[in-house]
């Protein structure tokens, strides 16, 4: 079956400039994830959706970034007024529900900021 | 809070080798999950094993065994027999009570094998 799709693969963009990253999660998963990896910070974890809801935001770097998941379903991770440290490959992952389960990660978006 | 550490940056073995990746963890919680996940060159992290706190016994698939003992607070993983194909790098993680099973992972360890 169909795993975990992230768009775009790249993203180029200008400082202060935002950006949507998209995630489509596995069907069926209730659980969705958002983590970032990138060489300073290693793989840190931003924000879980259960359903449609994000209970806990404290995982997200700064006010500037938001996510919010429709239909319980696609995700959007967003990201305003970019700067260079935000360059990073941001990762998706989809779990079965929040108890445990293992999680299914997405190819990522890499996500560069000139 | 939790804690994964994996010492090993990098590793090089030559194929047909052995070779053992530490993962030490810590946490206050009595229930937890650990995990590996290996990141091919491709990118995606695949997912290899969970384990609950409650099971310490090993376990076997194939070349990869998990050795769990939480009196050293060590899930490590043994890749037997290694392949050029095994070259990725290796994160172990973990999942505690109350945090919705967010992953915190350990910095990876890269494995090189070569011919």
């Known amino acids: 079956g169909a795993g975990v799709s992230q768009s775009p693969s790249n993203k180029v963009t200008e400082k202060g400039k935002d950006v949507e990253l998209r995630c489509d999660p596995i069907?069926?998963?209730?659980?969705l994830y958002w983590y970032r990896q990138s060489l300073g910070q290693g793989l840190e974890f931003l924000i879980y959706?259960?359903?449609?809801?994000?209970?806990?935001k404290s995982g997200l770097p700064s006010d500037r970034f938001s996510a919010e998941r429709t239909g319980g379903s696609v995700s959007t991770l967003t990201i305003q007024r970019t700067q260079q440290e935000d360059s990073a490959v941001y990762l998706c992952a989809s779990s079965l529900g929040l108890d445990y389960y293992e999680q299914y990660f997405g190819p990522g978006t890499r996500l560069t900021v000139t | 809070a939790q804690k994964v550490t994996q010492a090993q940056t990098e590793i090089s073995v030559v194929e047909k080798e052995d070779v053992t990746l530490d993962c030490v963890y810590e946490t206050r919680d009595t229930t937890y999950y650990l995990f590996w996940y290996k990141q091919p060159p491709s990118g995606e992290l695949v997912f290899l094993i969970r384990r609950n706190s409650f099971d310490e016994q090993n376990e076997i698939s194939g070349r990869y065994s998990w050795n769990f003992q939480k009196s050293t607070s060590s899930f490590n993983f043994t890749i037997t027999a290694s392949q050029v194909v095994d070259s990725a790098v290796y994160f172990c993680a973990l999942s505690v009570t109350g945090t919705a099973s967010k992953l915190t992972f350990g910095t990876g360890t890269r494995l090189q094998v070569t011919l």
């Open positions: 069907s069926g998963h209730t659980a």
């Open positions: 959706f259960q359903g449609n809801s994000a209970p806990d």
